[in-house]
Each structure stands twice: as structure tokens, then as C-alpha cells.
């Protein structure tokens, strides 16, 4: 890739143009972090009973329960406790909730209680089955398109069926427009991260990759912001919809990225791209022609590269690397699971539902900014293991505090929030400088469909908190226990060489188990090869 990182050199020192695209495109996480986590005021189930006949007969008692009515068949007294017969009636008519918090929700705009309560349990793990073929999806239409027509169209999507879920006129149509509106939120923070990753230089990827987080933790912010003023769910939804907005009037101006212009052959339009990054960045320009051909005119220009395609078998290679490959899809499960647990289990930590989701949501942004100074420091595996052993000890914790203290267990869980966050945040570059050069995007591709499976499934975790309060809490308290302990049997990449080959990679678990009763040396070079562990192509925001 001599051409390529010879194009964004000159660059490399001012970077302006770099800058304002990465915030343009940023500012759109907020948008997915929004629409990710909306359903957890929208979907709220409220205290209800159910609804009295519409017309009563003189003398009818009638004992209102939740899901059933009951009939007094001896109406002779009004004593509370009857030992009567009764007979019991099915809420045809429908239910009364109470509407001390919400005046409406998706829960309640639909019964979707008693009876019907799966339904209203599938809101979420239906958007996160949407996130996950969106990835897909718009991940190869990038790569056929160009990511600036992706950027648009999924930013508009998100728009539309925002609001196409807010007036949707049942409950099938709402889960359409959520199922689409998953897929687009998806497909932008995929597009949108290989977009800014194309742009952005070595030295900075790093630290812009593993900050688009903190964009998509500010989306987190205005939910439980909006979700406090806010009490109606469709007004809700259309409010937080229209944070798009300002990116799709700004989408306009933004260029094709150099790289997929190359790659696609059309060396005019990228030299006109480098020509204003140049103007911007006010440094001088290169001509792409010039080094078009002097890779042309290089030693391996007469032999073109066979590409060889790999299946996942590939990540099985022997016994040794089939046991990293589970030990990692075990920590991006564990990392999902996690993040979305803490998030949705916001409203059942006790105390303010709002401030408390708020809280949940600030303390990501150090976390990333904790993940980018100490992988440096103390290496990736050592951050990694101890996020992980932070998390579980913060869910055990949880579980013995009284619930009458519930301050204590909102700052033990945003504890246990920034420990998964940070984990969550470094998974994505350590995966990559785990694996050699021919499997890596396959690597780093197949944990991000394990993440986003464990994304599926937490809901249904955060759902069975209604069968005993801390379950949540247990199966990621759980889960981050024993991704901790298998972490410390993963190879140490801070200062190494990126592995190209698997005798490469090997060589890597043979050091770490050398070294194993050593303390971990401070390399000078820890920023050598960090920044290449990640190409455009090898990722994708899974959040």
C-alpha cells in the first residue's frame, strides 16, 4: 500500500481538513447512540390494571387485577376481602396505566402487557438482529458505491424511519420501521468509521477510532435527557430523530475518500481530493501520477499478488490458535452483553431512571480516554484483563448492596460501566494485532457478529430481572470473570511487530508464555506498530 500512505503524508502534520471531516461524521454516532438506546424509556411497562366494563350493571362488583378481571357473583356487600364466588373475565376492554411518569409509551400505546408482554420484550433484540445485517449490508455496498453515497443514504434512512416509527399506526408497522432504522443506524457506523479511518493519519488513528465511542456514549446523554423533559413516546422518538439532521444538510460536502477512488480507478477525482486536503491542510500537494508509477515501475509490480480467500476455519488454524479465537469471541460477547446489560438495566438500579442512564452514559467518555493512555503504558492484555476483573468484582458488588442504597448501587454500576467500556473499547485493536495479516479482517469481522449477537440476547438478560432483580448483574458479573482469567492467557502485542504470517503469530504465544513470570517491559517503541493494527477494511463499530 506504498501509493496510499504516500498520498495522506504530506498531510500528516496539519491535518485541518482531516479534522473537520472526523467531526462532521462523528457528530453522527450520536444519532446511533440515540436510536440504539431509545427503547429504554419507550419500551417502559408502567403499573396498569385492568379496565372495568364499559357499562355496568346496577350492583356490579368487579375486583381489577392486572391481567384478568373478576366478577362478584354475591353482591350483597362491599367487604375488600370476599370469599365468595367470582368469576373471571379476560381485559377485553383494555387496561388503565398509571401515568405518574409517562403519559404513553410504545408498552401502552399497544397493551403490550399480560398476554402480549413477548411482544413488547422483542422491541429491542429485533433492532439489535437489524444492527447486525445492516453491518453487513451496507458494509459491501460501501465497498461497491463508495462510502459518501452510503454516509447519505443511511444518515437519511435514519431520519425517515425515525420518524416512520413515531407515527407508525400499529405495533407491526413500529417494529418495521425499527428493524429498518437498526439496519441504516448500523450500516452508518460502519461506513462512517472506515470513512474517517481512510482520512485520518497513522498517528492519530488510534486515538480517533476508539473516541467515535465517545460520540455514540453523547447520544446516550440526550436520550435520558429528552427521555426527563419528554413524557410521550411518539413526540419522544421524533425529537431524538431529529438529531440527524444537521449531518444530512452537511453529508453534501463531504468527498469520496482517495483510497476507494483509486481502487476504483479513477486517479482524476482523487488527485482533485488530495489537491484540497493539500489547500486545507496548507501544505503541498503530490501528484498521484508520480507515484502511481513509481509502484508500477517497483519489484513486485511484474508479479501480480495472488489474493488468497480465507473461511473461518482459518481462525481454528491449530489447537493453540482455536483457543485464542474462543478466548476472543468470549471477550467481545462478554464486552456486548456488558455495555448493553448496564445501559438497559438503567431503570431498575432504583433512585432517578433519568440520572441514572445519564450517569451510565458519561462515564464512558474517560473510560475511552483511560483505554488510549494505559494500553501504552502497561500494555493491551493487562488493561484488558483488569477492565474485565473491574466489571465483575462492580456486578458482585451490586448484588450485596441493599436496595434501599441506591446511590451506592448507581455509582458501583457506573464503575462497572467504565471497566466493560474500556474493555469494549480496546477489544477492536487488540484483535487485530492478534492475528496475522491474512486473516485479521476476518478476525476482527467474526467477533463483531459474536458481539452483536450478545447485543441480541441482553435484553432478554435485562427482562429476566423481573424473575429475581440481579440476574443481569450475575450473568455479566459471570461472564467478565472468566473472559478476565482467559484474557491473561492471551499474548502481550504492546511494541510487537504486527504478525503476517501464523508462524508469526505463534511466535507470539510462545513469548508471552517465556514471559510470563516477568513484568511487563516499557518499550520505547509502544507506538510503533499500533497504529497499522487496524485498516479501514479489517473494522467496524459494533456497538
Keep these: 500500500m506504498r501509493t496510499l500512505h504516500a498520498v495522506s503524508h504530506p498531510y500528516s502534520n496539519s491535518m485541518r481538513f482531516q479534522r473537520v471531516l472526523y467531526f462532521i461524521c462523528a457528530f453522527q454516532n450520536i444519532s446511533c447512540g440515540i436510536h440504539y438506546l431509545a427503547s429504554v424509556f419507550m419500551g417502559v411497562t408502567p403499573r396498569h390494571v385492568c379496565r372495568p366494563p364499559g357499562s355496568l350493571q346496577n350492583g356490579e362488583i368487579w375486583e381489577l387485577s392486572r391481567c384478568s378481571r373478576n366478577k362478584r357473583e354475591n353482591t350483597s356487600g362491599l367487604d375488600y376481602e370476599y370469599t365468595g364466588s367470582k368469576k373471571e373475565f379476560p381485559c377485553v376492554d383494555g387496561y388503565i396505566y398509571d401515568q405518574n411518569t409517562w403519559k404513553s409509551t410504545a408498552v401502552t400505546q399497544w397493551n403490550l402487557v399480560c398476554d402480549r408482554k413477548w411482544l413488547a420484550m422483542l422491541i429491542q ?6 444492527v447486525l445485517l445492516g453491518s453487513v449490508t451496507f458494509g459491501y455496498f460501501s465497498d461497491r458505491l463508495g462510502r459518501r453515497v452510503v454516509l447519505w443514504a443511511t444518515s437519511s434512512g435514519m431520519f425517515l424511519f425515525g420518524i416512520a416509527a413515531a407515527f407508525a399506526v400499529d405495533y407491526y408497522t413500529f417494529m418495521a420501521a425499527r428493524f429498518f432504522l437498526a439496519m441504516v ?27 467515535l465511542h465517545s460520540f455514540f456514549a453523547a447520544g446516550t446523554l440526550l436520550v435520558a435527557l429528552t427521555g426527563y423533559l419528554v413524557r410521550t413516546w411518539w413526540l419522544y422518538q421524533m425529537i431524538l430523530s431529529t438529531v440527524t439532521i444537521p449531518f444530512i444538510l452537511c453529508c453534501w460536502v463531504l468527498p469520496e475518500t482517495p483510497f476507494w477512488l483509486l481502487s476504483e480507478g479513477r486517479y482524476e477525482e482523487a488527485q482533485k481530493i488530495v489537491d484540497i486536503m493539500a489547500k486545507w491542510n496548507r501544505a503541498s500537494s503530490c501528484k498521484l501520477s508520480e507515484l502511481l508509477s513509481l509502484d508500477l515501475q517497483g519489484p513486485v509490480s511484474n508479479s501480480p499478488t495472488e489474493v488468497q480467500k480465507h473461511n473461518l476455519s482459518y481462525l481454528f488454524y491449530n489447537w493453540s490458535i482455536a483457543t485464542r479465537t474462543l478466548t476472543v469471541w468470549l471477550i467481545w460477547f462478554t464486552g456486548s452483553l456488558g455495555f448493553y446489560s448496564f445501559s438497559l438495566n438503567s431503570v431498575n438500579l432504583g433512585g432517578n431512571e433519568y440520572l441514572n442512564l445519564f450517569l451510565l452514559g458519561v462515564v464512558e467518555i474517560p473510560a475511552y480516554t483511560f483505554v488510549c493512555i494505559a494500553m501504552d503504558k502497561v500494555g493491551r492484555r493487562t488493561v484488558l484483563a483488569y477492565s474485565l476483573f473491574c466489571s465483575a468484582l462492580a456486578c458482585g458488588v451490586v448484588m450485596v448492596i441493599p436496595q434501599k442504597h441506591y446511590i451506592l448501587v448507581v455509582v458501583t454500576a457506573m464503575v462497572g460501566k467504565f471497566a466493560i467500556g474500556a474493555a469494549f473499547g480496546l477489544i477492536y485493536l487488540y484483535t487485530a494485532e492478534l492475528y496475522p495479516t491474512i486473516v485479521r479482517s476476518l478476525a476482527v469481522g467474526s467477533g463483531s457478529m459474536v458481539c452483536r449477537l450478545a447485543s441480541i440476547l441482553a435484553p432478554f438478560s435485562v427482562d429476566l430481572s423481573s424473575v429475581w432483580i440481579f440476574i443481569p448483574q450475575l450473568f455479566v458479573g459471570t461472564m467478565a470473570l472468566l473472559s478476565g482469567v482467559l484474557t491473561l492467557k492471551l499474548p502481550e502485542t504492546l511494541g510487537k511487530r504486527l504478525a503476517t504470517t501464523w508462524e508469526e503469530a505463534a511466535k507470539l504465544e510462545s513469548e508471552n508464555e517465556s514471559n510470563s513470570s516477568k513484568l511487563l517491559a516499557t518499550t520505547n517503541n509502544s507506538g510503533l506498530e499500533k497504529t497499522e493494527a487496524t485498516t479501514p477494511r479489517d473494522s467496524g463499530l459494533g456497538e
Excluded: C, D, N, Q
Design 125 to 130: 433484540p429485533l433492532f439489535m438482529f437489524g
Design 185 to 211: 443506524a448500523s450500516g452508518y457506523l460502519v461506513v462512517g468509521f472506515v470513512y474517517v479511518m481512510e482520512f485520518i493519519g497513522m498517528k492519530s488513528r488510534t486515538w480517533a477510532s476508539v473516541h
